[in-house]
């Protein structure tokens, strides 16, 4: 059987940790920021963990 590729959209998108869990960049902070609260944006900057009904679809894209 032939190797899984790894989806190279999600390898840009999904990180995974040291200890397996994924990680993944928040959304609404490309643009329209001056209405955005600071503190909101500082918020969206942080990294999440990948929703767990998620988890085993995002596995798959990267191959893992």
């Known amino acids: 059987m032939p190797k899984q590729k790894t989806d190279r959209g999600a390898a840009k998108r999904f990180k995974v940790t ?3 869990r994924l990680r993944r960049r928040q959304a609404m902070r490309s643009h329209l920021l001056e ?4 503190t909101r944006t500082r918020r969206l900057g942080r990294e999440q963990d990948v929703a767990p009904a998620d988890v085993k679809a995002a596995k798959r894209l990267l191959g893992i």
């Open 35 to 38: 209405k955005k609260t600071s």
């Open 18 to 20: 040291g200890s397996g």
